[in-house]
């Protein structure tokens, strides 16, 4: 595996990791984030061996994902907008296995962890923001 490959799976280990400790997340979200980072993991071994029929199911496993209830972390017009770069990503990559085309698929899967990253950054300001108001009226207090 290369060191690209290794630094985006510690990233995207890592931010699922720091999300899924975050206070406000549901069983049910934090199961299918897991179950995104699985596949995620052996969506990258698809890409890199040029094992399409592994990449078409794991890219599909991924897409229905996006269907389960604890996908819906927030009910925000930007989550929507994340959500929909993480689907369209998938999408890419169902197409490249359809062409078996290595390069696209390997750019494919870096949009779809670049829109993982980014809607957990995301989602970690939203709850950050959620929550500032109760630290300043804490500290208003003392």
């Avoid at 957990?120 to 929550?131: E, G, L, N, P, W």
Wanted: charged letters at 15%; aromatic letters at 6%; a positive charge.
């Amino acid at each position: 595996m290369s060191a690209r490959a290794r630094f985006v799976i510690c990233c995207v280990v890592l931010t699922v990791a720091s999300l899924s400790t975050a206070e406000g997340q549901t069983a049910q979200t934090k199961q299918v984030m897991q179950q995104k980072l699985a596949q995620s993991q052996q969506l990258l071994a698809a890409v890199v061996t040029s094992n399409w029929a592994a990449l078409t199911q794991r890219t599909q496993a991924l897409e229905s994902l996006t269907r389960q209830p604890g996908w819906q972390a927030l009910q925000t017009t930007d989550y929507r907008t994340y959500t929909a770069a993480f689907e369209k990503a998938t999408q890419a990559l169902a197409a490249a296995a359809q062409q078996r085309d290595q390069r696209t698929a390997a750019t494919a899967y870096n949009q779809l962890v670049t829109s993982c990253v980014e809607c957990h950054r995301y989602v970690a300001r939203s709850r950050i923001a959620a929550d500032r108001p109760a630290i300043g009226r804490s500290a208003s207090l003392r």
